[in-house]
Each structure stands twice: as C-alpha cells, then as structure tokens.
Nanobody, 115 residues
Framework: QVHLVESGGGLVQPGGSLRLSCAAS????????MAWYRQAPGKQRDLVASITMGGSTKYGDSLKGRFAISVDNAKNSVYLQMNSLKPEDTAVYYCSAQQNDYDYWGQGTQVTVSS
C-alpha cells in the first residue's frame, strides 16, 4: 500500500504562484511514475503533469510553460510548481503514484485562484 499526502494548496491571486508537494510513504518500492491531476466542480479529473522515476515528464494541454513537475527520489516526493495562475486553474489537485499498473491517490488539495 502506498500512502500519499498532498500539501501546498490555498488561495492565490491571478498571476500568482503556488508549489504543491506530495509525499509518498508505505510500500513505495517500484513506484514507476507519479503525477498530478486536477478536478474542477462538475468536470472530469484531468492530467496536469506526470513524471517517471527516471525523470521523463508529460503535461496536460497548454500547461507546460506555466507548470513544472519535479521529483525528489531521496524524499519520495513529487512537486508541482504552478506559475501565472489563472482563475480557470481553480480545482482540487490530486497526487497519484503508479505501482505495478495500480494507481494510488491522495486526498487532494484545494487550489483557488481568485482576486
């Protein structure tokens, strides 16, 4: 079992920045990739960014350039740096970890972009 805990969400003004963190614990052996997803009210959960333990990254549409995902293998953590935030970035952000073709999920952290 892999346990994921997100942190770093909150209220930010348009144009601002936030850095989300996700710490993995438990049976973290052979986690192959970690990712951030987001879900706005009434919408589906969409990929924000993913990263393999080797460092290969993938981003959701139009997010690369504003968002950056990174991983610290020594801390078993993944981060999401979000810059130039827009009101449409408002959502619950979820961390996930893939292990043996199974996806684990965190509880989510709310990000609200509003003036």
């Amino acid at each position: 079992q892999v346990h994921l805990v997100e942190s770093g969400g909150g209220l930010v003004q348009p144009g601002g920045s936030l850095r989300l963190s996700c710490a993995a614990s438990g049976n973290i052996f052979r986690i192959s990739a970690m990712a951030w997803y987001r879900q706005a009210p009434g919408k589906q959960r969409d990929l924000v960014a993913s990263i393999t333990m080797g460092g290969s990254t993938k981003y959701g549409d139009s997010l690369k350039g504003r968002f950056a995902i990174s991983v610290d293998n020594a801390k078993n953590s993944v981060y999401l740096q979000m810059n130039s935030l827009k009101p449409e970035d408002t959502a619950v952000y979820y961390c996930s970890a893939q292990q043996n073709d199974y996806d684990y999920w965190g509880q989510g952290t709310q990000v609200t972009v509003s003036s």
